[in-house]
Nanobody, 122 residues
Framework: QGQLVESGGGLVQAGGSLRLSCEGS????????MAWFRQAPGKEREFVAA????????IYAGSVKGRFTMSRDTINNLTYLQMNSLKPEETAVYYCAAGRGMVAETASYNYWGQGTQVTVSS
């Protein structure tokens, strides 16, 4: 019924910044919670940030709070993740997701993008 496509990943040096975008299509995601997750090779997918359809304050994983900022343009079906002061250990595939509620669990999300690679070099 809908698709999410991430963009904006790439190679950045430690301490640098990237801005990821997530574009929805096929349906509106205005009534869904939007979230960002990441998954490094050999590791479990982990929660990064999320914001509800009500437009309230985003929530963040403790490891990124203060450095990452999530926002969304609900009308245009766009979601963003501004990442500052990136660390090498944050190298991962970053995924956009949509689902029900404000939660940090992968099982709570019904729609997933295919991910965008973020590589942070030392």
């Amino acid at each position: 019924q809908g698709q999410l496509v991430e963009s904006g990943g790439g190679l950045v040096q430690a301490g640098g910044s990237l801005r990821l975008s997530c574009e929805g299509s096929g349906r509106a995601f205005s009534m869904e919670t939007m979230a960002w997750f990441r998954q490094a090779p050999g590791k479990e997918r982990e929660f990064v940030a999320a914001v509800s359809w009500t437009g309230g304050r985003p929530i963040y994983a403790g490891s990124v709070k203060g450095r990452f900022t999530m926002s969304r343009d609900t009308i245009n079906n766009l979601t963003y993740l501004q990442m500052n002061s990136l660390k090498p250990e944050e190298t991962a595939v970053y995924y956009c997701a949509a689902g029900r509620g404000m939660v940090a669990e992968t099982a709570s999300y019904n729609y997933w993008g295919q991910g965008t690679q973020v590589t942070v070099s030392s």
